[in-house]
């Protein structure tokens, strides 16, 4: 039954499966000063432009969108933390908490993001994770769950107290499209202005693109220190397209994020390349109007872009029993690939809709292994 649980969880999550693709389409048009950028779709990952992004530098306070999400999934964000002596001695920016205050989480996550306070981000580590270290081993797991291949965290605030601190461009493009799935993460990331419960303090975003200089902005993390220099991820939003840019030791960071958003708005749109219902190409086969996809596929190209979008469906191949009795076909009857330019860019599972079934069907077994079966280049139909 384990076994049929973790398998049913794989394939109703078949839905479309999204990681940042690489491409330099826009990388002609578009110039920043950053030492790393990227910018990317933040519904399917697509590197709509990249400079330098794999390579490993010091990031400063972004690193706190990780501290962020870890103390969010926690689900403590409404109990009290009592402040240390130690997160009040942190070094840098601050939101001036007093040893043996009583703080909400949810207060001390606000001022992390709002005003980068590193006596926040301590406090919140040591609650979390029950010491600094215990916290970093956190993050670094976390890192490695999302695919962060070329980030090591030393600490909850991106300080340059330790030696050995690094991420990529490539790599906080990637925390941030995972952040930005979690509705919490999303509402803190874009408040502009913050009266926190159990403190007196009111707190003004430190970040200028969504206070007012970037009519789009939903959202980010700024960033500084002597050695990393300035820092920016931040997030926007236009007619359905969600972005995602990161810049590193940027001197001109507020221009270089706004330029790469508009060249991506102006050029780009999100298109549904694969419509929910019915597939029509399916319609004299025998699965016919009966098969069918649960959602939009939607993928951010450039209008010439739209003709190399490629749609294969591989199908489980009939049984005969099925003809006399279709309450045995099974509820997914195959996998649709989407593809752009030679790359995967969703997977979704091809449904059976049988209009005199009244109770879910019991042969999941056999549609778990004739996908994989399939996969394998087994019994099915490829159309």
Do not use: C
């Amino acid at each position: 039954m384990r076994f049929l649980k973790k398998a049913a969880v794989f394939l109703l999550t078949f839905v479309i499966l999204f990681s940042i693709t690489d491409g330099n389409t826009a990388h002609a048009q578009i110039h920043v000063s950053a030492k790393s950028a990227i910018i990317i779709d933040g519904a399917s990952g697509r590197v709509l432009f990249a400079k330098d992004e794999h390579h490993k530098r010091r990031i400063a306070s972004i690193t706190k969108i990780m501290t962020a999400v870890l103390a969010i999934e926690s689900g403590k964000m409404e109990e009290m933390v009592t402040v240390s002596p130690n997160a009040v001695k942190t070094e840098g920016s601050a939101i001036y908490l007093q040893p043996g205050q009583k703080v909400k989480l949810k207060d001390l996550v606000y001022g992390l993001m709002l005003r980068s306070g590193n006596d926040a981000a301590a406090a919140i580590a040591e609650y979390v994770g029950g010491s600094l270290d215990g916290f970093v081993f956190m993050m670094n797991q976390k890192a490695e769950q999302i695919g962060m291949k070329n980030t090591k965290f030393q600490n909850p605030h991106g300080l340059d107290d330790h030696e050995n601190l690094y991420s990529t461009a490539y790599d906080m493009a990637l925390l941030t499209k995972y952040a930005m799935k979690i509705k919490e993460y999303r509402t803190v990331s874009g408040t502009k202005v913050y009266k926190a419960e159990t403190m007196d303090r009111v707190w003004k975003n430190k970040n200028k693109l969504l206070t007012g200089l970037y009519r789009y902005s939903t959202g980010g993390k700024t960033g500084y220190t002597k050695i990393a220099k300035r820092t920016l991820v931040s997030t926007a939003s236009k007619d359905g397209t969600d972005l995602i840019a990161v810049t590193i030791n940027d001197p001109d960071d507020w221009d270089d994020h706004m330029n790469m958003f508009n060249y991506v708005f102006e050029h780009y749109k999100t298109y549904i390349v694969a419509k929910k219902g019915g597939i029509p190409k399916l319609k004299k086969t025998f699965y016919g109007k009966h098969a069918f996809i649960s959602r939009d596929v939607k993928y951010l190209l450039k209008e010439d872009e739209i003709d190399d979008v490629k749609i294969s469906t591989t199908l489980i191949k009939p049984k005969k029993a099925w003809k006399k009795d279709a309450s045995l076909i099974p509820d997914v009857v195959g996998r649709m690939t989407v593809m752009h330019d030679g790359k995967v860019i969703a997977k979704v599972p091809v449904y059976y809709e049988n209009e005199h079934l009244k109770k879910p069907k019991k042969h999941f077994i056999e549609t778990f292994t004739s996908l994989f079966m399939s996969a394998a280049g087994g019994s099915a139909w490829s159309i």
